[in-house]
Structures are given as structure tokens and as C-alpha cells.
């Protein structure tokens, strides 16, 4: 790349929302120029689990589920208890069966049991959640062949290792184009027509998160491709934000050993959705108190009651016989890791006894002492003060267990404020030329301060596809 360019379409990020949108531009004949930070393509893909959501699939029309784009609208707008966008939501669940309906005919190699009510998110009231067997990949074995063909084609010119630090204006409320950093640390000025910000979260940024969203800490398995950097460039031109204030923990998660803020992928986190495993153990904060039944069928309740506790940790504990006899707590973890885990891993306690194990776990031992003899009192009585049903055995027999579990984010929440047709928002009104979609919009917007499932990355390929073809003058509807 020359030290500057004049360009079309210039899309920053090669995630879940750039590549539909580059691969639908060039479907529709436009020149498009894409720069990614990273050496690969496909952002979060990688490590999401990618579960879609869209109601009125052909899929549904299939199994006899009679769903709607409506239908969805309303769950949405319900489980997020009316803080998610309507606006954006309903532009989102219009697009998603197409969104759907256009993967399953373009190969995505869907789960035989999609589409299912899930738990792991509130469930909907109808099965209306889809995903790829192999998750994220799934998603991208469909997108990549695509976008590189494109980009062989020449409709599609792809700049890796290219970072974009500034967006620049002409002057007025428009963008004229961006400074980018090249491969060999070079700074590159492109101008373009347009620019789509299709840059992600900032969920892999631990120094930037608590600063967009409440002073939040962060924990959790996100991208450290999701650095924020999209969001920062907005912000300098005066882009209006939203949805720091709409955070909401995923229930639990558990650090790697070496890592303040980083977990475990997801699919190693301890196995803490009740429909899928009814709870052998307590939860308890730092003070060793339980602060939830912890078998609630509601993991929004779950996770709101978290939202509370000291530094968003709780500790899951439980004693010997339910190590024998529960189904396991951390399924995807071999005996072998487990032990060493309990050996070495700072957020895995062993001991003979509950003082023990307070002490070596940091939870006050009077509050854990306290709190295993009433949960005990209530497993004898069959009456549990939190209302928790499930009570197979006292917490009894040493060794004693406690594992840390963390407040986890799988999303930022803020975002930039776009209007109906995905334009930035300034300060004098929708900034002209600039485009966002995807995670750029806040983790919040399409699910409010809650977690809806499949609301992240189905609207950032619907969204990515409808500028794609929107800015390629296809597709003159709304957006
Ligand atoms: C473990 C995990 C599981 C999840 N599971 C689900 C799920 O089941 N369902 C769901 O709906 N959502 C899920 N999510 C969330 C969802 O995956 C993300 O919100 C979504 O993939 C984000 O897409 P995006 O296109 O906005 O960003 P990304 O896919 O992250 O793409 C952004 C791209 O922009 C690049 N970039 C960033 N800044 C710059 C810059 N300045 N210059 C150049 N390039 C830049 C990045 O390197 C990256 O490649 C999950 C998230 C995680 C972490």
C-alpha cells in the first residue's frame, strides 16, 4: 500500500460483521478495501460460540415452529426488561431469518438439535437458537472461502497487520478518511467514500473496560483482538456512546493461573446452568455468605444477585461425597488437570476442613462455616432459605472444595450510537460517510442489560450484509 490511497469502501476490522459486509459489497460490485489489525481474519469468530437466533427461519417452517420476526421482538424486548434499543432490535430480528435462512443455503453446517430453547442465556419462549457444530467456525468456514475469493478476484483488497488510529474529517460532519498503521510500523492516510467501523468490542482491553463501563472490572475469554480502537477513533470526533452504564455479569468463569483478567475458554467453565446440571454445591462471596438460590432457573436472577457481591467472585464449594457422586462440576477438565489444578491453580482450594478451606480460598471462614450449617439445616429439613430446590446431600465430608468463579464479560456493553441506518452519531447529528456495526455498537444495544441469545453475532452479520449492500447502491430499503 502506497502512503496514501483514495478508496470506495474502506472497512476497519476483518471480524464477524467486516467480512459479510466486504463479501456483499463486492458481491454488488463495489471496490472494497479492508484493514485488520491482526495477521488473520475473523475476530471473535475464533472463540465465540456463535449461537445464532432468528425467528421465522425456514429451518422453524421445517419443525412446525410457527415463530416471527415479531415474536422474537417481543422475547427480546422482555428478557431484556425493555433496556435493549427497539429500534436497532427490530431491524435486527427483521434481517435474522434471511441472515439464517442464507448460511443454512450457503453450507453452515448446523447442530442437528438447532434450533432449541438454551438456557446457558434467559431462554426464549420458543426454540429459536441455532449454531454451527463447530461453533464460531462454523460460521467462518462459511465466510472465508467467500471473502477470499473476493479478494481474489480483486473486488476485495485486504491490508493485514494494518491498525487504523484516526478517522479523519474533511472539516465539516464528515469523514473523509483514516490514518492506519502499516506492517512495518509506517503510517498510512487513506482516503475513502465511506468508512464502516466494523472494529468489535474492547472486551479483550482490561485497562479501557472499566472506563467505558462503570468502573467494571473485566474477567473473561474475550478477544485480545477486541482492544477497543474502533470506539477510541469515534470518540475523538465527538461520536456519542451508550450502554456502560447496561453491564451485567455472565455467571461464573474461572481465571487462567497466570492471568488477573483472563478466564479459561468457555468451554472449560464450570457447568453452572441448572437445566443442564442441577447444583451439588453453595455459592458463596468473599464474606462466605450464599447470596442466591443457586439452582434459580433464572440465570438473569443468578447474574443480577452477582452483580452485587464484592468484586463481582464467588466461590463454588462442596465436599468429597459430592465429587463422587455429582455429575462433574467441570466437565471438559480431566481428573489429572483437576488434581493438579487443586495443586498449583490459584483459584482451586482443597482442605480437611472448612476453616482450612476458608483460609486458603480468601472467604471469611465464620461467614463459610455459618453458611454450609444452614445450608446443611435446610438440606435436613428439605427447606432452603434462598428456595432452592435441589438439595441432594449435606456439605459434610472432607476433603472440602472451593473453586473461584468470577463475574465473566463475553461482551462490552457500550458502543456507539448509530441511527436507523447504522451512521455514527455526533455531536451535530449523524456524521456523514461513517458506518458502524457489529460489537462497535455497544454489547447493550441489541440485548439491553441482559443477555439475549444469539443478539451479538446474528445482527453483526445481518448488519455487516445490509451495508455491505447498502453502500454497494443495492438494497435501497431501509438501510
Ligand atoms: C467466548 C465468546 C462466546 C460468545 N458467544 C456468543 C454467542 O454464542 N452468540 C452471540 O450472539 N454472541 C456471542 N459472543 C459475542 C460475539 O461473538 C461478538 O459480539 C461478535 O463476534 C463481535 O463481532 P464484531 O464483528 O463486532 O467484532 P470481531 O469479530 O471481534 O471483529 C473485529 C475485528 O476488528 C479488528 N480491529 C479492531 N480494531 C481495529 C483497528 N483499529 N484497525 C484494524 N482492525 C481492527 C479486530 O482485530 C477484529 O478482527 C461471544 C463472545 C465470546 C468472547
Not at 441472515?99 to 453446517?109: E, H, I, P
Not at 439452582?295 to 452485587?308: I, N, Y
Not at 463454588?316 to 455429582?326: S, T
Request: hydrophobic fraction near 40%.
Amino acid at each position: 500500500m502506497g502512503t496514501t490511497e483514495q478508496v470506495d469502501l474502506l472497512i476497519i476490522g476483518a471480524g464477524t460483521a467486516g467480512l459479510p459486509a466486504a463479501i456483499e459489497a463486492a458481491r454488488h460490485g463495489l471496490k472494497v478495501t479492508v484493514l485488520e489489525q491482526a495477521d488473520q481474519t475473523g475476530g471473535t469468530l475464533w472463540r465465540s460460540w456463535a449461537q445464532l437466533s432468528a425467528g421465522g427461519t425456514e429451518l422453524q417452517r421445517a419443525r412446525g415452529i410457527d415463530d416471527s420476526p415479531a415474536q422474537h421482538f417481543a422475547d427480546v424486548m422482555r428478557i431484556s426488561k425493555g433496556t435493549a434499543d427497539p429500534t436497532l432490535v427490530r431491524l435486527a430480528v427483521e434481517h435474522a431469518p434471511h441472515t439464517v435462512d442464507w448460511l443454512v443455503s450457503a453450507g453452515f453446517d448446523m447442530d442437528p438439535d438447532a434450533p432449541a430453547i438454551l438456557y446457558f442465556h434467559e431462554p426464549y419462549s420458543l426454540p429459536r437458537t441455532y449454531w454451527g457444530r463447530r461453533a464460531g467456525r462454523s460460521v467462518l468456514e462459511v465466510l472465508l472461502p467467500r471473502f477470499e475469493r473476493a479478494c481474489e478476484d480483486g473486488a476485495v483488497t485486504l491490508h493485514l497487520n494494518t491498525t487504523m488510529t484516526a478517522l479523519r474529517t474533511d472539516g465539516a460532519n464528515r469523514v473523509a478518511g483514516v490514518t492506519a498503521t502499516g506492517p512495518g510500523g509506517e503510517v498510512i492516510e487513506i482516503d475513502a467514500a465511506s468508512v464502516v467501523l466494523t472494529t468489535g468490542g474492547y472486551s479483550g482491553n482490561a485497562r479501557l473496560f472499566p472506563e467505558l463501563t462503570g468502573g467494571a472490572p473485566l474477567v473473561g475469554p474475550g478477544a485480545p483482538t477486541s482492544t477497543g480502537t474502533g470506539l477510541l477513533a469515534a470518540l475523538e470526533l465527538g461520536a456519542k456512546t451508550r450502554g456502560g452504564d447496561l453491564f451485567l455479569p455472565t455467571y461464573g468463569g474461572v481465571l487462567l493461573p497466570d492471568s488477573p483478567t483472563r478466564t479459561v475458554p468457555l468451554d472449560d467453565y464450570p457447568q453452572l446452568t441448572p437445566q443442564a446440571r442441577p447444583p451439588w454445591e453453595i455459592h458463596v462471596n468473599a464474606r462466605g455468605e450464599r447470596f442466591v438460590a443457586e439452582d434459580s432457573a433464572s440465570v438473569d436472577v443468578r447474574e443480577t444477585a452477582l452483580l452485587d457481591q464484592p468484586d463481582l467472585r464467588f466461590w463454588v464449594v462442596y465436599d468429597e461425597a459430592a465429587r463422587r457422586k455429582a455429575p462433574p462440576l467441570l466437565p471438559s477438565w480431566t481428573e489429572a488437570e483437576l488434581d493438579d489444578a487443586f495443586a498449583t491453580h490459584p483459584s482451586f482450594s482443597r482442605a480437611d476442613t472448612l476453616a482450612e478451606l476458608a483460609e486458603l480460598a480468601g472467604v471469611d471462614p465464620e461467614g463459610l462455616r455459618t453458611s454450609v450449617e444452614e445450608y446443611n439445616a435446610g438440606v435436613a429439613a428439605g427447606n432452603d432459605r434462598f428456595g432452592r430446590a435441589h438439595l441432594p446431600l449435606p456439605i459434610e465430608q472432607p476433603p472440602f472444595h472451593a473453586v473461584r468463579n468470577h463475574g465473566s464479560t463475553l461482551k462490552s456493553p457500550a458502543g456507539l450510537v448509530v441511527d436507523e441506518n447504522l451512521r455514527v452519531v455526533g455531536p451535530a447529528g449523524p456524521i456523514e460517510n461513517l458506518y458502524a456495526a457489529g460489537e462497535a455498537l455497544g454489547g447493550s444495544t441489541l440485548s439491553g442489560k441482559s443477555f439475549v441469545s444469539g443478539m451479538s453475532v446474528t445482527p453483526a452479520l445481518s448488519f455487516g450484509r445490509l451495508l455491505g449492500r447498502r453502500l454497494a447502491g443495492a438494497d435501497q430499503g431501509s438501510v
